[in-house]
Nanobody, 115 residues
C-alpha cells in the first residue's frame, strides 16, 4: 500500500513562493495519477492539480498560471511549485495517489499566506 508524506509548507507573505513535496513509499508510484487538494478552515477539500503518468497536467482555475505540478518517478515524489501566493491560498494541502479509482492521501501540510 502506498504511503504519502508531504513537506514544504509554512508561512509566506503574499506574492511569495513555496514548493511542496510528496514522497511515496511504493515502488509502482510512476504508473498512477498523483496530485494535490487543499482544505481551508470551514471548507470542503478542493482539487488543486494533478499529473498523470504520461505527464499531462490539470489545474483548478484558481491556481492556473501560478502553480506548477511535476513528478520525479525515480524518486517517487510529486511536487507543487506555488508562485505569486495569495491569502486565499491558505489551507492544508494534501497529496494523493489514485490507484484504479481508490484515493490514498497524505497527512497534509499547512500553507499560510499572510503579511
Amino acid at each position: 500500500q502506498q504511503q504519502l508524506v508531504e513537506s514544504g509548507g509554512g508561512l509566506v507573505q503574499p506574492g511569495g513562493s513555496l514548493r511542496l513535496s510528496c514522497a511515496a513509499s511504493g515502488s509502482i508510484f510512476s504508473i498512477y495519477t498523483v496530485g494535490w487538494y487543499r482544505q481551508a478552515p470551514g471548507n470542503q477539500r478542493k482539487f488543486v492539480a494533478r499529473i498523470i503518468n504520461g505527464g499531462n497536467t490539470l489545474y483548478a482555475d484558481s491556481v492556473k498560471g501560478r502553480f506548477t505540478i511535476s513528478r520525479d518517478n525515480a524518486k517517487n515524489t510529486v511536487y507543487l511549485q506555488m508562485n505569486r501566493l495569495k491569502p486565499e491560498d491558505t489551507a492544508v494541502y494534501y497529496c494523493y495517489v489514485d490507484i484504479s479509482g481508490t484515493m490514498t492521501w497524505g497527512q497534509g501540510t499547512q500553507v499560510t499566506v499572510s503579511s
